[in-house]
Each structure stands twice: as structure tokens, then as C-alpha cells.
């Protein structure tokens, strides 16, 4: 079974919208793949959800049902990873230390990387197309 790490970007989308990031989440719950995550992009998300305004209880429940449906891992630390942002780091860790086959992303600056040590980075929409999800 193919294993990917979402950047939070992808994590908020899904919770908050209709749309491709909702149906990569629902496709990690019915294990379509397995879902690789790290205490640092759950720390994020739950900071990103709580700045739009998403209630303390709410943000409380989308973290443990995450964590419920996905391998949390404690990623090595990457010194030497050129990223344009480095708040972009946590997401390479986690998918190496967890070894991700896909990490799936809307952030520019790690589609343009492209790929990371055999990791392909890829957007929800090729997720899906990979998986046969419309």
C-alpha cells in the first residue's frame, strides 16, 4: 500500500471545504493509502485551523480523528534541506522519516521541488488519478 505525508495546507482544505483535498483525506480513512503524519504538522494544523476561527472543541476532534487514521511518526531532524520556506522542513521530514511515497501539497515552493530522496510531490488531483478516485 503506497503511504503519503499532506502538507497542512491539503489538511485544512480538507476539514473546512468541499473538493479533490476532502476526497485524499476520505481516501487515507478508507484506506486507500496509508496516511503518515508528525506531531509538528499536527501542531501546525491546529494552529492554522484555530487563526480561521475554528472553535477549541472542533480543532481537538479533527486532531484525533487524524491521528486515529493515520501512522504518526517522530521524524529525524533535516539540517541540510535548501527550501525556499522553511516551515516546509517538518512536511520533507515527516515523509522520509515515514517513508512517504508521495507527499501531496498545494504550496509552489515543494511542487517545484518536484521530488525529495525518491519522495514524488505531487498536488491532491494526481493523488486521486493515481488512486482511480474521481
Known sequence: MSRGTLDTNILVSAFLYPG?????LEAAIQGKF???????ILDELGKALTRLGVGDREVEGYLLRLMEVSEVC????L?????RDGEDVKILECARSGASDYIVTGDGDLLA???YEG?????SRELLKLLKIN
Open 20 to 24: 479533490n483535498e476532502r476526497k485524499v
Open 34 to 40: 496509508r496516511l503518515i503524519i508528525s506531531p509538528a
Open 74 to 77: 517522530l521524524p529525524e531532524r
Open 79 to 83: 539540517d541540510d534541506v535548501e527550501v
Open 113 to 115: 521541488v518536484g521530488e
Open 119 to 123: 519522495i514524488k510531490i505531487i498536488r
